[in-house]
């Protein structure tokens, strides 16, 4: 018998996609920070925290896809 699934559960899959996106959230949220305490204005530093929001969280997610950890 061949086992073609995934190791890891359904629950545990989820978990890890919550915590991948609580990540790329903090992460936005510093960067926003950052660019605020720069000096930069408040566009410019939101539109910066939601591009690398999006860009980690889909890194991450592509990460933990070729891991197997989601399908």
Request: aromatic share 10%; charged share 10%; hydrophobic share 50%.
């Amino acid at each position: 018998m061949t086992h073609t699934g995934s190791p890891h559960s359904a629950g545990s899959k989820k978990l890890v996609v919550a915590l991948i996106i609580a990540i790329g959230f903090a992460t936005g949220c510093l960067v926003t920070t950052a660019f605020i305490a720069s000096g930069s204005g408040l566009k410019d530093s939101f539109w910066t925290g939601g591009i690398a929001f999006v860009a980690f969280t889909t890194l991450l997610l592509l990460a933990a896809k070729a891991a197997g950890y989601v399908d």
